[in-house]
């Protein structure tokens, strides 16, 4: 079982609309929560953090976080073609950040 | 100035052959990472070094050695490239607290082996 799982894409949304990103993650003992965004042929950079249960919002962009059932959000609000990429989720555990695969939303205008 | 610096970015090569790519990170960190992403973008971790001490191989074949020759650099090298190795690596350097989560990466090495 792979250790961070994410919905599979790709996501096409309209402009203004709500993009929604989803993961699930295997170990309960996992305490810090994050979201990566990649454009094509770019590095990944961060763009969320999240530590406890519960929702946390910057600008357009909203994590939320339930530890009871292993399960991190992103939501996107007013998306913008400019947030065409691929999201990743990653989770700590052992000293290290495990990513999921992605997901690629495309925001059409 | 480049925080996190990779070179080269692009290799194409033979099966068979040995290559090495190079790291650079100058935030100051004590923990640097080399991540690989195949095509499908899934990226997994390889090895981690702290203060130049190896602390975590993700069970890579030991074709690949990393090397850190202090806690600011820290390269790669592949002995007897396979097809499979095709893919981009990543160099990555965090903080003290891996909790924080940042990673500051590197813009990526693309190898293609042909």
């Known amino acids: 079982q792979k250790e961070v799982e994410q919905n599979s894409g790709p996501l096409s949304v309209p402009e203004g609309a709500i993009a929604s990103l989803n993961c699930t993650y295997s170990?309960?003992?996992?305490?810090?929560f994050f979201w990566y965004r990649q454009y094509s042929g770019k590095s990944p950079e961060l763009i969320m953090f999240?530590?406890?249960?519960g929702d946390k919002e910057d600008g357009r962009f909203t994590a939320q976080l339930n530890k009871a059932s292993q399960y991190v959000s992103l939501l996107i609000r007013d998306s913008q073609p400019s947030d065409s990429a691929t999201y990743l989720c990653a989770v700590t555990g052992d000293y290290k950040l495990s990513f999921g695969a992605g997901t690629t939303v495309t925001v059409r205008a | 100035d480049t925080a996190v610096s990779q070179t080269p970015k692009y290799l194409v090569t033979q099966m068979g052959n040995d290559k090495s790519i190079k790291c650079e990170q100058n935030l100051g960190h004590d923990t640097m990472y080399w991540y690989k992403q195949d095509s499908k973008k899934f990226l997994k971790i390889m090895f981690s070094y702290n203060n130049k001490e190896l602390i975590i191989n993700e069970t890579v074949p030991n074709r690949f050695s990393p090397k850190s020759p202090d806690k600011a650099h820290l390269n790669l090298h592949i002995n007897s490239l396979e097809l499979g190795d095709s893919a981009v690596y990543f160099c990555?350097?965090?903080?003290?607290?891996?909790?924080?989560?940042?990673?500051?990466f590197g813009e990526g090495s693309r190898l293609t082996v042909l």
């Open positions: 999240i530590y406890s249960n």
């Open positions: 170990d309960r003992g996992s305490q810090s």
């Open positions: 990555a350097s965090s903080g003290r607290e891996l909790d924080t989560g940042e990673l500051f």
